[in-house]
């Protein structure tokens, strides 16, 4: 379990920073919207990553706490403050997933070269990072075979639909869920 | 601390049918959307809304369960158990703000008689709820003086921003923050 906090650990600092990184992205976008349903389309996304960064500046020490001071034996299903913790970091493997999508929306946006180039490496980075939480959370919930039902489960399931072709400049297009087609408003 | 959590249990229930209401409307809407980003921006929204259902449908037991089982002395700021449900309770006020602002973001769009009555009797009912919790969570704390500090609690002295001008059917157009002007890209 060292093995994974230590992971877990070098992930949630990246994406602390690419949260940075976009949200001082979004400030003159924000600042400079044209009409009020864009600075809310924006203004909204940046405030759902205010809300994800506040939640990592406590999970990040509680991570490297657990690394630090638990014995492999505390990492147990019967250990309350464990079991908070894999709690804790399943949602922030969907606070990636919704990032990944907020880095997506903009880079439909967001097209001129700078910014679409730091799209799409903060993008190839939080992506990599989801499928390695997403995998390693279902390899520690087997593991220990402790009673918490993953809610999302199912719904992961259908996830591909974030990858993307081979190039890192093309905007996710492909693999999305069947069964969505043609008309309307956005 | 039991008068709270009735009012915590019936705020919680009435926004997962609200959910229920409001993704159905997204549904024929990412089926039908007419370009990837369409898609993406609806199902995106969509599934934020499925991720905070699949925790409402957790937390909606629990608020129960401690209305029930306990007695008021289990409400003390030493008892693990109780500062979770605080703790979920706080993610949970985040979800019914983003909720109010996925409300208003549908609200540019769908601007037809059917979903613009809908989406503002949803969003009148979210904004006030939201306010409740807020207020309730506020005293909560204060009353119990716990070691408990809300990550987000600065953010939150700004959300005025989400209340709007008398007329429900006027989209929130006012009291955003101070300091957004012109010019972009939505
Ligand atoms: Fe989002
Ligand atoms: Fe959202």
Do not use: W
């Amino acid at each position: 379990m060292k093995k994974e906090l230590k992971v877990f650990f070098k992930i949630f600092t990246t994406t602390k920073d690419a949260i940075e990184k976009f949200m001082n992205m979004l400030n003159p976008v924000i600042q400079n919207a044209s009409d009020d349903h864009e600075r809310l389309y924006y203004h909204h996304i940046y405030e759902e990553e205010e809300q994800r960064l506040s939640r990592l500046v406590e999970l990040i020490p509680l991570i490297s706490k657990f690394e630090q001071e638990k014995d492999e034996k505390d990492f147990t299903p019967t250990n309350n403050e464990f079991n908070r913790l894999l709690q804790e970091l399943n949602l922030e493997k969907f606070g990636l997933h919704n990032f990944v999508e907020h880095l997506d929306l903009a880079l439909f946006r967001f097209t001129d070269t700078e910014r679409s180039t730091l799209l799409n490496e903060l993008r190839d980075v939080s992506y990599r990072d989801y499928q390695q939480v997403k995998e390693l959370l279902n390899e520690i919930n087997t593991r220990f075979d402790h009673d918490y039902v993953d809610p999302h489960a199912h719904h992961d399931e259908h996830h591909d639909h974030l990858a993307r072709p081979a190039s890192p400049t093309v905007v996710t297009k492909s693999k999305r869920k069947k069964g969505f087609t043609v008309g309307s408003l956005l």
